[in-house]
């Protein structure tokens, strides 16, 4: 019984101090409380201009998306007029670079911008 009673009174004291502690603590949370809310308030701030701000991308979104849709049918429409227009280009280029000679690539130096050498 005796024991049972140490007990009691060794809690009792163990609270008391508790009791203490929060009482020392109480100022600090109450300006940690104010520093939540004011925070709370900043970020709900920051979360409207976000929101803003995300309609606004959203929509030039939309827009570039539908560009990029149209500027790949146009591709797809003209790339076999390309290919067909480009190949003749080709050979002939291919075919007058190979006919070329040397001295006529240094009259080519000469001739094409006077004064300048490469």
Same mark, same amino acid.
């Given at each position: 019984? &005796?024991? #049972?009673?140490?007990?009691? *009174?060794?809690?009792?004291? $163990?609270? /008391? !101090?508790?009791? +203490?502690?929060?009482?020392?603590?109480?100022?600090?949370?109450?300006?940690?409380?104010l520093?939540?809310?004011?925070?709370?308030?900043?970020?709900?701030?920051?979360? &409207?201009? #976000?929101?803003?701000?995300? *309609?606004?991308?959203?929509? $030039?979104? /939309? !827009?570039?998306? +539908?560009?990029?849709?149209?500027?790949?049918?146009?591709?797809?429409?003209?790339?076999?007029?390309?290919?067909?227009?480009?190949?003749?280009?080709?050979?002939?280029?291919?075919?007058w670079?190979?006919?070329?000679?040397?001295?006529?690539?240094?009259?080519l130096?000469?001739?094409?911008?006077?004064?300048?050498?490469?």
């Open positions: 019984m &005796e024991k #049972v009673m140490w007990l009691m *009174s060794s809690d009792r004291s $163990d609270i /008391a !101090v508790m009791q +203490k502690e929060l009482q020392a603590l109480q100022p600090k949370l109450l300006e940690t409380s520093e939540t809310e004011q925070l709370i308030e900043v970020i709900e701030h920051k979360t &409207e201009e #976000v929101e803003a701000v995300k *309609s606004v991308v959203e929509a $030039d979104e /939309a !827009v570039a998306e +539908k560009a990029a849709m149209e500027a790949k049918a146009i591709k797809v429409t003209i790339l076999p007029y390309i290919s067909v227009l480009a190949n003749p280009c080709i050979v002939v280029t291919k075919a670079t190979c006919q070329l000679l040397m001295s006529q690539v240094s009259l130096r000469i001739t094409t911008i006077p004064g300048e050498t490469f």
